[in-house]
């Protein structure tokens, strides 16, 4: 499989624990998003890497949350002293650049903090 | 702020009806617009797109979407919609290098 892949897909942890997602992007795709998406919402921007870069972090984004992508090519978002609110789908998209194009998106990472 | 509104939240049809999903967006800027489904228990798919050029876009599995840039609209349709296209729907609008996103709407074909 070649499209974007996330790990884990599912998580439980405890609130006030640390959790790290992992995301591989497409791998000719130099941009990376993170979106969170809650039941009955579209997906809420996060960030943005273009290549190691990260570009924007949204102004909704705590500063528990922080994400890297340290070569470019895969990437982490990691989670500090989860809260019950954090409960959430975590995706992520990979897309080239260019003009006309669209991203990919993985199958997500599903968050749920007890 | 860029804004992406779906009208409806859930939408109910017998197989064979005729769909339309309507999306409105507030961007004052260039835009390319986008239609995604998401399938139960699967990741998010690009249904079709719009950059520029001819106003109305054909897309995959029989759907198709016209621009109306006077209306600032992209609404989804469908002429026969089968049991298959039990999906959620998300319009969304990239303003720069983000995806501003809809709420969704959920689509329920009845057998």
């Known amino acids: 499989d070649t499209g974007v892949s996330q790990d884990p897909r599912h998580k439980i942890t405890k609130r006030g624990q640390n959790v790290t997602f992992r995301c591989d992007p497409i791998s000719e795709h130099n941009r990376l998003y993170w979106y969170r998406q809650t039941l009955g919402q579209g997906p809420e921007f996060l960030t943005y890497?273009?290549?190691?870069?990260?570009?924007?972090k949204s102004r909704l984004l705590s500063d528990r949350f922080s994400a890297e992508r340290p070569k470019g090519s895969f990437s982490t978002l990691e989670i500090q002293r989860t809260e019950q609110g954090d409960s959430a789908m975590y995706l992520c998209?990979?897309?080239?650049?260019?003009?006309?194009?669209?991203?990919?998106f993985g199958q997500g990472t599903r968050l749920t903090v007890v | 702020a860029q804004s992406v509104s779906q009208h409806n939240h859930h939408v109910i049809l017998s197989e064979a009806a005729s769909l339309e999903l309507g999306c409105n967006y507030s961007y004052g800027g260039t835009v390319n617009l986008f239609w995604y489904v998401q399938y139960p228990g699967q990741h998010l798919q690009l249904l079709l797109k719009?950059?520029?050029?001819d106003p109305l876009v054909k897309g995959i599995k029989g759907f198709e979407a016209e621009f109306i840039k006077s209306k600032f609209s992209f609404n989804l349709r469908k002429p026969s919609v089968q049991w298959s296209d039990t999906a959620e729907y998300f319009c969304a609008v990239n303003a720069n290098y983000q995806l501003i996103w809809g709420a969704g709407t959920k689509l329920i074909i009845k057998p």
């Open positions: 998209a990979s897309s080239s650049t260019g003009g006309e194009t669209e991203a990919f």
């Open positions: 719009y950059f520029s050029g």
């Open positions: 890497f273009q290549n190691e870069a990260q570009l924007e």
